[in-house]
């Protein structure tokens, strides 16, 4: 039997960025399909950046930065407001 997937966020920062990174990708129009490929990344690293299971390392950052034509600094930044948005625990 194959492991089970972790269903929960790491962390409010992790399913922040993983939301940001969602927004921007729907936005671009591109499905998680297109920017796995676009990014060279395996489409399960992308599904777990976006529901914030995953913790990317900074090149998988940079890489879905420019795939998704933005800065890391935008993904951040994104994220960042998101985390404004969302009371804290």
């Given at each position: 039997m194959p492991p089970r997937r972790q269903s929960e966020p790491r962390s409010p920062e992790h399913a922040a960025l993983g939301e940001a990174v969602r927004l921007t990708r729907v936005e671009a129009?591109?499905?998680?399909?297109?920017?796995?490929?676009?990014?060279?990344?395996?489409?399960?690293?992308?599904?777990?950046?976006e529901r914030?299971?995953?913790?990317?390392?900074?090149?998988?950052?940079?890489?879905?930065?420019?795939?998704?034509?933005?800065?890391p600094g935008v993904l951040?930044?994104?994220?960042?407001?998101l985390m404004g948005a969302r009371p804290q625990p």
């Open positions: 129009g591109l499905s998680q399909e297109a920017l796995a490929d676009a990014a060279d990344l395996h489409i399960t690293v992308l599904g777990d950046v914030g299971v995953g913790n990317p390392e900074y090149a998988t950052l940079v890489k879905l930065a420019r795939a998704l034509k933005v800065t951040v930044m994104r994220a960042d407001g």
